[in-house]
């Protein structure tokens, strides 16, 4: 669910509210008990919960350990190793 964002035209109070995309935006100010509430364009909200997501979290067996240490070193690019004729 999204984190929107309101502010009180009245009063100038300002809050987030967690709510479904399909409700209905907020109308009445909790500060002012208004009816001057509109919802703010803003950065999209999001949250982050639990412990966080790591490349090994969904991998079983020998798949856990896809970026161990290797070896192999990357091939360094040249004008010539891209296919362009000079």
């Known amino acids: 669910m999204p ?3 309101y502010e009180c035209k009245a009063c ?3 809050l987030e509210k967690l709510q ?4 209905d935006p907020l109308k009445d100010c909790p500060a002012c008990q208004g ?3 509109e919802r703010l364009v803003s950065a999209a909200g999001f949250r982050l919960a639990g412990g966080g ?3 090994t979290d969904f991998k079983t067996g020998s798949k856990k350990n896809l970026v ?3 070896n192999a070193t990357p091939k360094s690019a ?3 190793d891209t296919g ?3």
């Open 3 to 5: 984190i929107y964002e």
């Open 12 to 14: 100038g109070h300002r």
């Open 20 to 23: 479904k995309i399909s409700a």
């Open 35 to 37: 009816d001057g509430l």
């Open 53 to 55: 997501w790591y490349e």
């Open 68 to 70: 161990a240490d290797t």
């Open 78 to 80: 040249t004008p010539n």
């Open 84 to 86: 362009a004729t000079a």
